[in-house]
């Protein structure tokens, strides 16, 4: 008899950050996760995350309305099933249940981990096999505070954690902005590549503004400066500037990539499991992109371990990214739940080993965190 899906819980998990995390909607004290425990009737268990920042501030999907809509109307559409055919359990998905992209990455995911248990490998390699284990990894400097985020970038750079930073802005007045952001990089010099997310905080004449400020102070990437729905304006902004635009919530999937690629854009794409539906859907993005010359950035929406592994395992199937990755959604929290926390090295992160997602739950941890 062939395997099946047995039984899906989903856990709250609330795990405090370790400094408030500012951006433009929302300033972080803590993060919820919503945790995917999938049992299969081989005694396989896939573990899966999907989280989002600011309950509702940054989309459409809450920690709430993810564990809300996978307990009554994704886990019902998945128990029952065959295990082992992942393409055809997200087409059930998406036949049946319109958006919920978070949770359907954490379902996705959870089925991922436990196929790869079952056949002894790893997400990357039922994926086809890993192409980069160690990948790079960026910091948010997002304190609010100037002196602050520079003391925080010099130590990180000491460490040898972190030689990339993104600044996350537009929660300001656009001058005072953009002046934070030219004093870090001229303190941090040659030594970093300073970043910039605005999340869609800006106009479009706002943006020509503030950009050309920060082109002017050796800024490198320029983050959804205006609305994610403003395609046009993300292309005529790609077009009048030589630092490049890095479109993130302008593109959620691969419809949307081709858009932007058939409009003209040029620049870089913000890959999120989470955006896309799950690693499936965010490798067709990457494929698109690929395909029109776009740069790459494994994107996060600050999971914690589960979902950055996750995602660690789609990254490494790709070739080496021209952006490089912002994982680092642990290293923001005070606290895991897993075992073994991912290995942070030399300005970068491991690929954990291990069949599936080659992650374990710390179970006194779990039940710690989740909200009761
Ligand atoms: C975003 O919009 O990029 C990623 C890093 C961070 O600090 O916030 C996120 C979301
Ligand atoms: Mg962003």
Known sequence: MSTVIQHIETLLVDLPTIRPHKLSMT????????????????????????TTIGGLAYGPESPESIKRNIDTYLAPLLVGQPSNNVHQLRARLNRHARGNMIAKSALETALLDAQGKRLGLSVAELLGGVRQDHLPVLWTLASGDTAKDIDEAMLRLEQRRHCDFKLKIGANPVDQDVRH????????????????????????????????????????????????REHAGLVRLANRFNVPMLAD?????????L?????????????KIAKSGGIYGVLELAHVAQAAGIGLYGGTLLEGTIGTAASLHAWATLPAMAWGTEMFGPLLLQDDIVVTPLNYTEFGVALPKGAGLGITLDEDKLVHYSRK
């Open 181 to 228: 952001v030219a004093a870090i990089k001229e303190a941090l010099g040659d030594r970093a590549s300073v970043r910039v997310d605005v999340n869609q905080a800006w106009d479009e004449s706002t943006a020509v503004r503030g950009i050309q400020v920060l082109q002017d102070a050796g800024i490198e990437l320029i983050e959804q400066p205006i609305g994610a």
């Open 259 to 271: 858009d932007l690629v058939c409009g003209g854009f040029s620049g870089a794409f913000a890959l």
């Open 27 to 50: 300033t972080m004290a803590c993060q919820t996760m919503v945790i995917v425990r999938m049992r299969h009737s081989d005694g396989i268990e896939g573990i899966g995350e999907g």
């Open 249 to 257: 919530e302008a593109v959620q999937d691969a419809r949307d990539g």
